[in-house]
């Protein structure tokens, strides 16, 4: 259960501010991922990096802003979020990711308990 | 686009009997087939998988079923317990290397 952890795990924060959330995975993976998880809607995948490249950008608001320092941490930084912005956001991670070659990423993937976001 | 129907959105089965949840996936080209269980409150966590090779898999009480010709596969669930309990999510690769998945089936376990 402490493979992928993310942090903070609850956040309220008002249109204007700005924050970040933080994911770390411990498991030495080399594919890190953001979903966006609401109610009663499949899981969103909003961004993947593989060996710290994103790769995939699902045509996410910009007000989301994604960093990748290392294999190991992923951020996404927040800033001046509408309402329906309020959701689970889920990380995960996964080994073997992306194989560019066969365009497939088809391992395990890892999840962190997820930060509940509201937005005011 | 590509994209994954599941069904149905809720079930709820009698304790000890058995729970089957259906997925459809539209990408042909789709060759990897995941469930996860995310528990109340709690992170979704992958039970069982499927890769295109292979048309059953199973592990104790859960087992899983791939028919590639009719793009469906599914989540069988046997003597459910009350720890079962939670919503199943299904997934499919997508041809540029996503996962797709399902919109969810909460499962209620009746005592």
């Known amino acids: 259960e402490t493979g992928v952890t993310q942090t903070p795990r609850h956040l309220v924060m008002g249109m204007t501010n700005k924050k970040s959330l933080k994911c770390e995975q411990h498991?030495?993976?080399?594919?890190m991922y953001w979903y966006k998880q609401s109610a009663k809607k499949p899981l969103e995948l909003m961004f993947v990096?593989?060996?710290?490249?994103?790769?995939e950008n699902n045509s996410v608001p910009s007000r989301f802003s994604p960093e990748c320092p290392n294999s190991s941490h992923l951020f996404l930084h927040l800033h001046t979020l509408q309402p329906e912005d309020s959701a689970l956001y889920l990380c995960?991670?996964?080994?073997?990711?992306?194989?560019?070659?066969?365009?497939?990423?088809?391992?395990?993937?890892?999840f962190g308990p997820g930060t509940r976001l509201t937005v005011l | 686009g590509e994209n994954v129907e599941q069904h149905p959105s809720t079930l709820s089965v009698q304790e000890g009997d058995s729970a089957v949840i259906k997925c459809t996936y539209s990408?042909?080209?789709?060759?990897?087939f995941p469930w996860y269980k995310q528990e109340l409150g709690k992170r979704p966590q992958l039970i069982i998988d499927?890769?295109?090779n292979v048309g059953e898999k199973k592990d104790q009480r859960i087992a899983v079923t791939l028919n590639k010709t009719a793009k469906h596969f599914s989540l069988h669930i046997t003597e459910t317990q009350p720890e079962d309990s939670a919503v199943y999510f299904c997934?499919?690769?997508?041809?540029?290397?996503?996962?797709?998945w399902g919109a969810g089936t909460k499962l209620i376990i009746k005592p």
């Open positions: 995960a991670s996964s080994q073997d990711s992306w194989d560019r070659v066969s365009a497939r990423g088809t391992d395990t993937q890892y």
């Open positions: 498991l030495g993976h080399n594919a």
């Open positions: 990096y593989s060996l710290e490249e994103r790769v």
């Open positions: 990408d042909s080209a789709s060759n990897y």
């Open positions: 499927i890769r295109s």
């Open positions: 997934a499919a690769v997508k041809s540029n290397y996503q996962l797709i």
